[in-house]
């Protein structure tokens, strides 16, 4: 078993992945104690605003210095050059909203764990291709949420996902009744 499947397994194990979108380290150490001490041993940290990544960076190596039995991943990972920040600021994992070769090539020489995003059957293809099998599902809800991932489980059994955007509350329980969904990701996790 490799790194990419020994992580697959932590975060299927996990079921949930709280997203924390704020670039303050306060922010991000607060979600990380409540989250530690509800036995939640992940989170991600969200690269949104390109004029705060120098902030991101903080909150990653903030929270890894702090507790370091968290698992963090650095999310939004869009392209190899925000990866390599993440890597730098000791993020455990990359996340991306979608399927950029040149970032998945970049985690696996790295040996990180990444989970590219998805939204057809031909993303998923090329993930698959390039050895993915949990991917994430975004923007779940605007691409068909619980129907289309009904649609996919046929073609693509050993594909499990991420989902994430537009997942609340009030919905995520019919994404945890699918076979194919692993773990539920969302911001109002971390609320």
Do not use: W
């Amino acid at each position: 078993m490799n790194y990419q499947s020994r992580f697959d397994d932590f975060l299927k194990a996990q079921k949930f992945l709280p997203v924390c979108t704020s670039s303050s380290a306060d922010q991000a150490l607060l979600l990380a104690e409540r989250l530690v001490e509800k036995n939640i041993l992940v989170m991600e940290i969200a690269y949104r605003n390109q004029k705060l990544y120098s902030e991101i960076d903080y909150c990653i190596a903030a929270v890894k210095k702090h507790f370091p039995q968290m698992k963090v991943g650095a999310a939004t990972v869009i392209n190899k050059k925000i990866a390599k920040r993440a890597i730098k600021s000791g993020a455990d994992f990359l996340i991306s909203p979608g399927f950029n070769p040149r970032t998945a090539s970049y985690a696996k020489f790295k040996k990180i764990p990444f989970y590219p995003g998805v939204a057809t059957p031909s993303e998923i293809e090329r993930a698959k291709e390039m050895g993915f099998s949990l991917l994430k599902f975004f923007p779940a809800e605007a691409i068909g949420g619980v129907k289309m991932l009904k649609c996919l489980a046929s073609p693509f059994p050993e594909v499990s996902f991420i989902v994430s955007g537009g997942i609340n509350e009030e919905n995520q329980a019919s994404y945890q009744t699918l076979s194919n969904v692993s773990v539920i990701s969302g911001s109002y996790l971390a609320k």
